[in-house]
């Protein structure tokens, strides 16, 4: 890492570019660690216990002739540990934390980058305390408590749950993994561009769409292109098409400059809770992604999420959530816009699948707060 920028409000990484940081060798079996030369770690050993990233590209044959998209592929980020690509974000900011030796990580999440932090800290043997809404749904609780995480439930909603997990960060000198947040998260996310174009044969798909919430997945991708730019490898960036929920779509109404109406900003009233964001961390960055890479955005419905869903499952064989489903059910309204040619190389990101947890959520490990000395009892209460 040379030097980190400011600009559309988050701090951004930029390294010593040149072609040499990307491997050459063939990706064969790999992790996320291939790309350590362009991520913010010295060369010490990776001590995360846990394979991320590598996740297939697929070709998804029965879906290309269904959807008339003969040269469609899926990113499967729900091939991640946790079951979505916010394991990458996850991985990098524990190992960062276990070569400073920070023993706890804390985040707020609408559900899965909370599910990736109690497992990933769990394997790295760090305390995970995690805040959420107390929308969050009970078997994402389930499933971090059963991987030993703290859960503080905050009622006044996701955005003053990040308020307390960044100030608890700050007051207890834990990690900060929270999205938009920490530069590291959109240092780790940046890999899937990386992974896309060397399984397309160090190639460049015409159109990549992804799911968009509070950003970094999608501003990461367009990082990471733009980083391939910057060490020579190719020369120009695919359009990037960010998918919001029409239940809850500030960035599409942001970028097609018109005011949204209260039915479209509603997080609770969409299925496709990972992306039901009101005030997206980095939606600047997201716009300016849009613009500089020629894409666009579009809103989906939620019976569009559902029957992707379902068309994933029956014509692809992948198992996704209506937020993983949404690029997508976003891959129908681009192509009614016209923004994507049916004959564009164009790249689905697939971000995450429901997990089942097998059980409740252990309330010994759960509690409702709304400041920091709740929280200081309650840790110091339990084991
Ligand atoms: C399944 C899924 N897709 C997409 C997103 C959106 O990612 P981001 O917040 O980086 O925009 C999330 C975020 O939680 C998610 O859980």
Redesign the pocket.
Known sequence: MTKSVESAGFEWLHYDYGSALMPSDPPDSFTMWRYRDLLPISDDPVRYPVPIGGTPLLSAPALRESAGTPNLWIKDETRNPSA?N?DRATALVIEDGLRRGVGTITTA?????AVATAFGAAAAGMRAVIFVSTGCQQEKLALMTQAGAWVFRVPEGYAAAVDLSRAAARTFGWLDRN?GANPFTIEAKKTVAFEVWEQLGRRLPDVMIV????????ASLDKGFAELVSCGLTTRRPRLIGVQAERCQPLVRAWLGEPAGPAELDPAATVAD??A?LRPAIGDAVLDAVRGSGGGMVAVSDEAMIGAVATLACRAGVGA?P??AASLAGLGSALEQDMVDRSDTVVLLV??REVKAGGPPDLSRVAVVENLDEVERALAGGS
């Open positions: 979505s916010k999440s609408t559900g899965n980058a999205t799911p968009v919430g509070d950003g970094p997945t999608f990972g992306i964001v959530e937020a993983g971000t995450g």
